[in-house]
């Protein structure tokens, strides 16, 4: 499917977080772009000041005339009887998930793929990366599923060699990717409702690995125009990284590169030295050079190291990373920490047993003297039937616990819905945790708690990747 094809494309899904950034940048591309969704929100909205016609429904009337019809894989998830992709099916029209489509776009472009994966930590990864390689010179183009801080946005839209993208393994999406340079922050099984166990899991990543591969390079770092990038792959350094590395990668031909905090690590993080008010930290034989971090996270710190393991393949000098480093801000609802009314604020979209420990375990690191209250809002059905005892133990470093009802998102009147509730979540947290809370219903009744209950220096914490962000609002 060539460009001189298409003209018109219509997505559906197009307030995902991910694929709002895409037609955006298929946009300055000079495609004309409509997009669909069931409700209108924030994301839609901006979308329709950038010039780009809303439906807030999904209706047969939305396709007419388009060239191309996009979903979201999470559209295709719910319903594969959705009214424009039966509209599209009867009118001919070519229809792909977005996932399908960019990477093949992207390289007919001739761009050069860096991609981040792992169930925690991809995006704020990518994105210091784009933040080095755009401090650098290089303009990258950056697609994430959160929004920068910095960049007030989910993209970056610049217009050299490179593209930075999360390397999502929903669907198995990052399939459809074959990047030149690809960084994995961790191997931990998640989307259980596409992968049956650990092991389906990691022969995904397996082939992901697989598709990574050179490509010409042009870039101004590089003297010799000619020279490839050479296909490199990014590990943080632990022991189920290890395991995958041995047992799935015997043959793999490209440079595996890791990093972390053990000593055998190619990359080994020292001197972590952490506040409040943000961290810094040293590489081992790396010329003493300090680098500043505005996160307080221990985690933060290793997403940077990554960051620059794989900048410095490319040439990008440490005064340069150690200064676009400093300046970065993070991303949206990754330990965004706000203050109201004597009460600290922490929005995370940890939703995974392991990201979720991690998180309260660095809040009680820095709060140790304060009560801590998580609230957490379950994400997906089929998440948490599976590893509900995992979630039931990964709340001990909070003093108490409020569970809200589960997002549904994508699995929204599908028959994963009878699987499980918070109900049963909460069930399984008592025995374990003393303080717990559930509150089914609307939001406001959460919030309305948290009003009656919280007390001056408290930190409530808001842990979940669906829309508890907003009951910010409601306190």
């Not at 016609?53 to 396709?63: D, G, H, M, S, T």
């Not at 092991?199 to 770092?221: M, S």
């Not at 069930?427 to 009003?451: C, N, W």
Request: hydrophobic share 40%; glycine share 6%.
């Amino acid at each position: 499917m060539i460009r001189a094809q298409i003209h018109k494309i219509h997505f559906s899904g197009i307030g995902g977080s991910a694929a709002s950034g895409v037609a955006r940048y298929l946009k300055s591309q000079g495609f004309t772009i409509s997009g669909s969704d069931l409700v209108c929100t924030k994301i839609t909205r901006a979308l329709e000041k950038a010039g780009i016609k809303i439906a807030c429904n999904q209706r047969p009337e939305n396709v007419k005339n388009c060239d191309l019809l996009l979903l979201s894989a999470a559209v295709l998830y719910r319903d594969q009887h959705n009214p424009e992709i039966e509209q599209a099916k009867k009118s001919k029209i070519p229809i792909k998930t977005w996932q399908e489509f960019l990477p093949e776009y992207l390289e007919n472009q001739g761009k050069i793929g860096i991609m981040t994966a792992g169930a925690g930590g991809k995006g704020s990864t990518a994105s210091m990366i784009a933040e080095i390689m755009i401090k650098a010179g290089l303009d990258p183009l950056c697609l994430l599923g959160a929004e920068n801080i910095n960049w007030d946005a989910n993209f970056y839209l610049g217009r050299g060699d490179y593209y930075i993208m999360e390397a999502d393994e929903f669907n198995r999406n990052f399939l459809n990717y074959h990047p030149t340079l690809a960084l994995i922050t961790s191997m931990i099984y998640e989307h259980p409702e596409t992968y049956r166990n650990f092991q389906e899991y990691q022969t995904a990543f397996a082939e992901f690995v697989k598709n990574i591969k050179d490509r010409p390079r042009r870039d101004k770092l590089c003297q010799d125009m000619s020279r490839a990038v050479p296909a490199a792959m990014f590990a943080f350094y632990e022991p189920s990284m290890l395991n995958f590395i041995k047992n799935y990668l015997k043959n793999y031909p490209g440079k595996i590169f890791t990093y972390g905090e053990n000593l055998n690590a190619d990359l080994q993080l020292i001197d972590l030295e952490q506040t409040i008010a943000g961290l810094s930290f040293k590489i081992k034989n790396f010329n003493s050079q300090k680098f500043i971090l505005q996160s307080p996270c221990r985690y933060a710190a290793l997403n940077a190291l990554g960051a620059i393991a794989l900048t410095k393949q490319i040439g990008v000098k440490t005064k340069i990373i150690a200064q676009a480093l400093s300046e970065y801000q993070g991303l949206r609802r990754r330990f965004e920490i706000k203050e109201k009314k004597s009460i600290t604020l922490i929005f995370d979209y940890a939703h995974a047993p392991k990201t979720i420990q991690t998180t309260l375990s660095e809040a009680r690191r820095l709060f140790a003297k304060r009560r801590i209250i998580a609230v957490f809002q379950p994400h997906l059905y089929s998440r948490t039937f599976k590893f509900l005892e995992e979630f039931a133990k990964s709340f001990s470093s909070a003093d108490q616990v409020v569970l809200m009802d589960i997002f549904p998102s994508r699995e929204q009147g599908t028959d994963k819905e009878k699987l499980v509730s918070s109900k049963n979540l909460a069930e399984k947290l008592k025995i374990q945790h003393q303080q717990v809370k559930y509150l089914p219903g609307k939001m406001s009744r959460t919030a309305d708690y948290l009003k009656k209950n919280a007390r001056q220096q408290d930190v409530i914490i808001m842990l979940g990747a669906g829309d508890i962000c907003e009951i910010y609002n409601w306190l």
